[in-house]
């Protein structure tokens, strides 16, 4: 069985550098979203994707960040010029129901931005 | 104002007791859900419990169940027997009108099983 999986875990960058993440959803799952956690709060939601469509995104993607995913399958999420409060643990979820359904999330990337 | 409120910032319980984990949402939507996940220090979040508003009952999904009384805007997850590796990070999360998929959680509240 193949849950959701994001690579890399950990990444440690310098500031004004570009980062990017991929997360492989459940692979039937044609929803995925993008979350980010700080320290001692819940996840935050970024960006939601149907199939290769980007259906919504938060005010908190900011035009440093980019999501794509290209062929619907899996997804890639970049940085660019990071900053230190870019630090944070990136969640990426898939789900196969639109609605009343869980999302099964993947280990997270932890991104330090020094 | 909060979407979701997780009063408890850490509660502890002792083995095989029962536990309730607060948590009062925020919204003027007639149709919307609510989530419970479990995080553990590993980092990866584990769904626990969904109940939609306009289900009748409350949901239960083994030891879990969760509390919902809709009027006071509550949605308390319950933990029976708890067990060790029932110690983690717990988040209450709320989704709003059908169609948008945006997830809203809590800060959670960080339960520790006592042996």
């Known amino acids: 069985d193949t849950g959701v999986s994001q690579d890399p875990r950990h990444k440690i960058t310098k500031r004004g550098q570009n980062v990017t993440f991929r997360c492989d959803p459940i692979?039937?799952?044609?929803?995925l979203y993008w979350y980010r956690q700080t320290l001692g709060q819940g996840p935050e939601f970024l960006t939601y994707?149907?199939?290769?469509?980007?259906?919504?995104k938060s005010r908190l993607l900011s035009d440093r960040f980019s999501a794509e995913r290209p062929k619907g399958s899996f997804s890639t999420l970049e940085i660019q010029r990071t900053e230190q409060g870019d630090s944070a643990m990136y969640l990426c979820?898939?789900?196969?129901?639109?609605?009343?359904?869980?999302?099964?999330f993947g280990p997270g990337t932890r991104l330090t931005v020094l | 104002a909060q979407k979701i409120t997780q009063t408890q910032p850490g509660m502890f319980v002792q083995e095989k007791e029962a536990v309730t984990l607060d948590c009062t949402y925020d919204?003027?939507?007639?149709?919307?859900?609510l989530f419970w996940y479990k995080q553990p220090s590993s980092g990866e979040m584990i769904f626990l419990i969904y109940?939609?508003?306009?289900?009748?009952q409350n949901a239960t999904e083994g030891r879990y169940s969760l509390n919902f009384q809709k009027a006071r805007k509550s949605a308390n997850l319950v933990i029976s027997a708890s067990q060790l590796g029932d110690s983690a990070m717990y988040f209450c999360?709320?989704?709003?009108?059908?169609?948008?998929?945006?997830?809203?959680f809590g800060i959670g509240t960080k339960l520790q099983v006592i042996p």
């Open positions: 979820a898939s789900s196969s129901r639109p609605y009343d359904d869980e999302q099964f």
């Open positions: 692979s039937e799952h044609n929803r």
């Open positions: 994707f149907q199939n290769e469509a980007q259906l919504e």
């Open positions: 919204t003027s939507d007639q149709s919307y859900g």
């Open positions: 109940q939609g508003s306009y289900d009748e």
């Open positions: 999360a709320m989704r709003e009108k059908r169609g948008y998929q945006k997830v809203t």
